[in-house]
């Protein structure tokens, strides 16, 4: 069995960071533990001196594999009984009087009698596992030693990888297929058409449907794109259509054919395009296909599968077509490959030398952009050196090129793993965790890592752990191990794992025993066969309920380090059995209830997610101060939680994120560590305490319709950020109520007299909090990378001061008043970086109110203005046409009249033929609110 060495360091680093700490003078009066501490310590090290040697190796023998094993359950065990002696002693602070000192000591005697002996077994059991490699002579020199690892991260995005994502590179030789596919789906016939476009894993099946799916859409009433797994849980993903669709609340049920009856009532009356991507099995599809109606209005569903089956099944009750997707010609794999290696196709050509390995590389590929890609990626880390090119040639099958299968694709893949630096590996393999097709936050993952252990401190330097974790994150994306899903200024927030990659993931975990998979009850009755260190439990309803965990299951959960828990089921075991759980992610199903009252015995817990809809139900525990080591709390969907009122005791709480309706406990003074408060309904008393958080540098504070902040409340919220010197987002939201969005009143303009903004921040939004006009304070935010504001007036200077701001790439601005007339030029140099801008004003002139000059906003792609309420003007925005960078004009619509409309279409149009650019054009439909004032939030493109 295959055991890799990064994942026995994934815990050995941060252990010997915690066996220095309990050799400490602290711990002086344990005299015998600290000798044997000591004794691991040194025996440890050496051991991680071993490995580090080892990781170089491509091919070891068994009996080296095996002892990696063994050091790695040693080193867990060990870290285990670290917590245990934590939990029973607690931290000791030379500061304790002696009275208090003795009453410790005599108090924990038998715990420290008994944490002694497990300490002297795991001694023993280190120089057991020594002797053993020297009994058995397992070699740390054996085969060959991989040249292409390499341990340099960068924190950057490499722009190659966005643009390979945003289609620069995957649309060579695409072009021809996107045309005759959009051909296919865009013709005169009334009846309902599927089109299942069928072909190898990683042919590019998904983008090419993709981007015709977002090509064609803007002509469809409504539009679905929804992903099927391998395993699909049928209730979420119609539920998920469901969300796409702005089918209300109220409707949702878990249900499926109440489910399907709503969508194909919303559906009835629509002209709909559905894309439904990776379709596995014909069943799922049979259900699926129920809920899409025909109408005889040119309705479309594409579907992507491996399956020539399933395709041709798929179909067959239909007007249809079957759609293959071939691989590319050598011609394109050769533009693809070097455009990854070199970022061009071009640039290589110095490497004449590389020609012929070149060729033999894509020929093992057969094609397939995926392998290409993978493979590319390992190259473009590394200087072009030929005996480089050579290895990663040799190290490939020949048999993939006649052959394409997925054990082929998995192992070409596999390169891509087997040259990845040892400390991201059991990074990567954290996705493991999540399910086929789920679409992971990047904050939240960097956050699971670092509660994990698996980021190091040997990578700090002048960083803190969470950018060290952005640079692994970042290095994962660059070797496209990672797909972008949600991008902002260069830099990618979500991400997904390609499913074969995933399958690739999930087979180095089981390998390793990394992380275990349970569907069911009979997968959890297996759990006794190891110990368990990761869970991820995807229990389905059904079967007889667990009334009682066997001690056998018990004893494996009870290592468990990670748990993700998809959906509550009738025999999920009890929180209570994790003693060792470190993270704790769950997102739970339509009605569920997530108890979570026995987290308070969970002493080694760092990390907290929840996630429901509105209608599951948290329970927490009264108390929770004894989470001494809880980092995150973060609770998403529930409404009614009453959040522990003992929280602001926890001492190392850096991240708290609750729903906005939830109720903010009294103290959150003190919990001076806080980087990260987002939601809570909140006092003025609270709004004054947030002086006191000095640390934090993520605040989002939403104020609701039952709570005016009031001029106390703005005095004391100005107050309080000029002490916030380490603040980087700052967001204040008004929640609409019945009566319209509740602003906020700065009648005296105090946020104008700031006196000592945070110049570090990033992104500033300010949603209803009118002010007079732009403060002054704002031109020294050379940080500011995000703008939202309302502005009763903005005069010329102000937009000049917004202009020199170095880093501004996105502006939403709301004027209030802007003279008919009124024209302010914008001249070369002016807003150098900014790539979005929106611009609004309840009259519809915002788009003449700023004139474009040349070489003014080098860098713009989208612009979104808003269109007048009562008649159109004829006007468009003056100067477009210097906006050489631009790809997308959107016009916002709230109560324009359909002449206006018509006449807005005509008149945009006729601005961007002669753009020399030729933008695209989008009307959004905006929902009303009762005053007008629509802000940064669009809905459904217009047809």
Known sequence: MERIVSLSKGVMEPLLGKL????????????????????????????????????????????????????????????????????????????????????????????????????????????????????????????????????????????????????????????????????????????????????????????????????????????????????????????????????????????????????????????????????????????????????????????????????????????????????????????????????????????FELEKVTTEILKKCGGLPLAITAVANILATCPARLSDWMNINNSMSLQFATNPSLEGMKQILGMSYKHLPRHLRPCLLFLGLYPEDWVVERDVLIHEWIAEGLVSDIHLGQLCLENVAKKYFNELVNRNLLQPVRTEHGEVLSCKVHDIMLDLILTKCAENDFITVAHNYEDIERLHQYKVRRLSLRLRDGGTTLERIPETISESLAHVRSLAWFKISAYTPNLSLFKYLRVLIIYAGTGDTVDLTAISVLFQLRYLRVSTPEDARVGFPNKIRELVNLETFHIHGDKTSVIPSDIFLLPRLLHLMVPHEARLPKGIGKMKALHTLCGFKFSLKDIESLAELTNLRILKLCYIANFDIGTAGVDALVSSLEKLINLKYLAVDGRTGRNGPLWIKDEDNRLHALSDPPTHIEVLKLEYWMLYRIPNWIGVLMCLRCLTLHVNMMPAEDVYLLGRLPSLVELHLFVVHIPVDKIVEVGAGLFPVLEILQIENEHGNAMTFLRSETGSMPKLQQLFLLLPRGEWRGTTPVGMEHLLSLKGMYAIWNRSSGQCLREARAAFSKAIDLHPGHPSFTILYCPLVSNGYLFATFGSPLV
């Open 20 to 351: 220095t700490n309990l050799m400490g003078a602290e711990y002086a009066n344990m005299s015998v533990v600290r000798q044997r501490v000591s004794f691991l310590k040194h025996e440890l090290c050496a051991m991680n001196a071993v490995l580090d040697k080892m990781d170089l190796v491509d091919d070891l023998d068994p009996s080296a594999k095996d002892w990696m094993g063994q050091v790695r359950e040693m080193a867990y065990d060990i870290d285990d009984c670290v917590g245990d002696f934590m939990a029973q002693i607690g931290d000791i602070s030379a500061e304790q009087g002696f009275v208090l000192k003795v009453t410790r000591y005599l108090r924990t005697l038998w715990a420290r009698r008994e944490i002694a002996v497990q300490i002297k077994e795991l001694k023993a059991r280190a120089i057991e596992v020594s002797e053993r490699r020297l009994r058995y002579m397992v070699s740390d020199d054996k085969g060959s030693s991989s040249s292409l690892v390499s341990d340099n991260i960068q924190l950057a995005i490499d722009p190659r990888v966005m643009a390979h994502y945003q289609g620069a590179a995957l649309l060579v030789g695409i072009d021809a297929q996107r045309a005759e596919l959009t051909n296919l789906l865009m013709d005169s016939e009334d009846k309902l058409k599927v089109v299942s476009i069928v072909g190898l894993g990683g042919v590019g099946k998904t983008t090419l449907a993709k981007i015709v799916y977002d090509d064609i859409k803007g002509d469809f009433d409504c539009k679905v794109f929804v992903s099927v797994s391998q395993q699909p849980d049928l209730r979420s993903l119609l539920s998920g259509i469901h969300v796409q669709l702005g089918i209300e609340e109220n409707s949702h049920s878990s249900e499926i054919n109440v489910l399907i009856d709503c969508i194909k009532k919303k559906l009835t009356n629509k002209r709909y395009i559905i894309l439904i991507d990776d379709l596995w099995d014909q069943p799922a599809w049979d259900i699926i296909r129920c809920a899409f109606p025909e109408n005889n209005k040119r309705c479309r569903v594409m579907i992507t599968t491996r399956l020539k089956d399933v395709a041709c099944w798929a179909c067959c009750n239909c007007y249809h077509n079957i759609y293959s997707m071939q691989p590319l010609n050598y011609a394109e794999a050769r533009i693809l490959f070097f455009n990854r290696v070199f970022g061009s196709e071009n640039d290589h050509t110095s490497h």
